[in-house]
């Protein structure tokens, strides 16, 4: 069974920055894509940021130029650095793992506070 475990997360104020870490417990690169999405209160899942096999990068338009994805291939780990974190980033903060055909694996999640 894959495992999927966040790190990183915590109070921070508005402006700061967090570096959220992901350890799988396989060879990432297993897997077509890895994702970082996010769940506010009241609010659907949504993706903030996603690597390809390929290295190919996606972002929500919402952290575009402050949230950057990256990748430790030895250490089975993808970052996700938040800067200028802003009070609406507020949310759970989930790892997802993507196989090729739409298997997805995800993580039990790591709690970002952003106070103004």
């Known amino acids: 069974q894959v495992q999927l475990v966040e790190s990183g997360g915590g109070l921070v104020q508005a402006g700061g920055s967090l570096r959220l870490s992901c350890v799988v417990s396989e060879n990432i690169f297993s897997f077509n894509a890895m994702g970082w999405y996010r769940q506010a209160p009241g609010k659907q899942r949504e993706l903030v940021a996603a690597i390809t096999r390929s290295g190919i990068t996606n972002f929500a338009d919402s952290v575009k130029g402050r949230f950057t994805i990256s990748r430790a291939s030895a250490k089975n780990t993808v970052y996700l650095q938040m800067n200028s974190l802003k009070p609406e980033d507020t949310a759970v903060y989930y790892c997802?793992?993507?196989?090729?055909?739409?298997?997805?694996?995800w993580g039990q999640g790591t709690q970002v506070t952003v106070s103004s």
């Open positions: 997802n793992a993507q196989r090729t055909g739409g298997l997805q694996y």
